[in-house]
Each structure stands twice: as C-alpha cells, then as structure tokens.
C-alpha cells in the first residue's frame, strides 16, 4: 500500500539546520509532484515547498525561501528539504505530500526550533 514515511525532525537551536527526508513506496513516485507542508499549534497547515516530477522545478513558500531547499532522488523514491537558519517560528509539525489524480500523506515529523 502506499506509504510515506517522514524522518529527520527533532530539537535544533535558533540559526540550526535539519534535513528532513520523506521516503515513498507503493505508489509510481516519479510521476507524483511533491510538496512539504507544514502545520503550527493552533496554525493552519501552510505549504512550505513544491517540486515537479523530475525535480527541475521547485517553489517555496516566502517565509522560507533562501533558507530552504527541496529535492527528490527518484531512484531511491525519496524527497528531502534541507533547513538551514532555522528561526523559533519554523517549529511545526512537517507533512509529506504527493499529488497526482489523488493526494498522499506521511503522518508528519516534528521539527522544534527553540533555545
């Protein structure tokens, strides 16, 4: 069955850097658009990142874009987003999602961004 498996979260300091990986299976990965999105306490869930198929094209969210990088590696079926000078308002639940005629969830790692 399909699954997507987020890991890579965890406690970093303010200004820190986390790499996240989403691993896919049960589905075509590398004909799926991927995206991260991200949700806070008591926030509505907001997307962070977007990259096509073959990965030649990506988008970010304002609020993360030169400190942000998304990527995937179609032969291991996996997607990343590298975080680089994390700020305390980064903290947030993030979700994997690939989108195609229907739409996929991992169940979400936790990133926390304090001192």
């Known amino acids: 069955q399909v699954q997507l498996v987020e890991s890579g979260g965890g406690l970093v300091q303010p200004g820190g850097s986390l790499r996240l990986s989403c691993a896919a299976s049960?589905?075509?990965?590398?004909?799926?658009?991927m995206r991260w999105y991200r949700q806070a306490p008591g926030k509505e869930r907001e997307l962070v990142a977007v990259?096509?198929?073959?990965?030649?094209?990506?988008n970010y969210a304002e609020s993360v874009k030169g400190r942000f990088t998304i990527s995937r590696d179609n032969a291991k079926n996996t997607m990343y987003l590298q975080m680089n000078s994390l700020k305390a308002e980064d903290t947030a639940v993030y979700y994997c999602n690939a989108a195609r005629e229907y739409n996929y969830w991992g169940q979400g790692t936790q990133v926390i961004v304090s001192s």
């Open positions: 049960g589905f075509t990965f590398s004909t799926y658009t």
């Open positions: 990259i096509s198929t073959a990965g030649g094209s990506t």
